[in-house]
């Protein structure tokens, strides 16, 4: 999807967002307008998320959800034209939706004709809808058939000037299961000879500073023992990262959250991950901690080394 996206919301219900109530989420709308983007802006919500599902299917996979042992209590529906015939069925659906009062939110996502056909031709795929001719035939023949449906829609929602990020921060908004939901933060000790974290958002190679590793006193202690995070925090060196570490942690960890991430992995690496990666985690995490994060601590290779004390 494009990076330029504009959003339009009809019908916004605030206070479902507080509700315990299970929620079902039906995302339609034009091809090529980020139907997909949404899904996964949902999933990592927390939704439950089925694409193309034929329309006629969704109540009944709703009541399956419902009297599962683990019941799932947000889902969303991906339906498009893809589903050909299938689709035809879907205003039905809604409306015995509506007459068996069962409470679902019909997001309608859209962008304009220029927007759509751009997108189409710079992925080089054909649309749905006319696979043979042109792009163009195909967005008139898609947003014909969907006059019906987006007349029902909760939220219309139109991309075609937004981007990816304002594009997620209006689902979280609208979406979010848990009001104000946290980032969850993960800081991970790792040594570098056992290869780096493939997750990690940030790494930080501390292999600049002191080692203990050649004391032999604090040799087979971890950089958690209060010997080891001593003479690793006593040095000029560590003292003047620590003065640059600290406000760089506290500067970038809102502008992640701002963007809209569910998680930031932040690594930290030395030779073993043994000594200075483990006391330099601990310090991120300690920071973290105070400032009110959701953060958990791992020390990823601190036991494949010859650990007597941690």
Do not use: W
């Amino acid at each position: 999807m494009e990076d330029t996206l504009q959003a339009e919301t009809l019908n916004a219900a605030s206070d479902d967002n507080q509700s315990d109530k299970p929620r079902i989420i039906i995302v339609t709308g034009m091809s090529g307008s980020g139907k997909t983007q949404v899904c996964r802006f949902l999933e990592d919500l927390g939704y439950f998320c089925v694409d193309n599902l034929p329309p006629i299917l969704i109540p009944k996979f709703v009541e399956l959800c419902a009297h599962a042992v683990n019941a799932v209590s947000h889902v969303v529906f991906v339906v498009d034209t893809r589903s050909r015939e299938f689709f035809d069925t879907l205003i039905q659906v809604l409306e015995d939706m509506d007459k068996n009062d069962r409470d679902y939110e019909l997001i309608f996502m859209d962008a304009s004709d220029d927007t759509i056909i751009r997108r189409y031709k710079e992925t080089r795929r054909s649309h749905p809808m006319a696979p043979y001719a042109r792009i163009s035939e195909g967005v008139a023949k898609e947003r014909k058939r969907l006059e019906s449906v987006r007349g029902k829609a909760t939220y219309i929602i139109d991309t075609s000037n937004l981007t990816k990020a304002d594009l997620r921060e209006k689902i979280n908004r609208l979406f979010g299961i848990h009001e104000g939901a946290e980032m969850s933060i993960s800081v991970l000790s790792f040594g570098f000879k056992y290869g780096m974290p493939l997750d990690a958002d940030m790494v930080l190679d501390v292999r600049f500073l002191p080692n203990p590793f050649y004391i032999e006193s604090l040799r087979h202690k971890s950089g958690a023992v209060a010997e080891v995070a001593a003479y690793i925090s006593e040095k000029s060196v560590t003292q003047e990262f620590l003065k640059r570490l600290d406000p760089m942690i506290e500067f970038l960890t809102p502008q992640y959250v701002r963007e809209g991430k569910s998680q930031l992995v932040v690594a930290v690496g030395c030779t073993g991950g043994m000594h200075r990666s483990v006391f330099i985690a601990k310090h991120i995490f300690e920071l973290l901690k105070r400032k009110g994060y959701s953060v958990n601590l791992e020390h990823r290779d601190l036991m494949k080394n010859d650990v007597r004390e941690v």
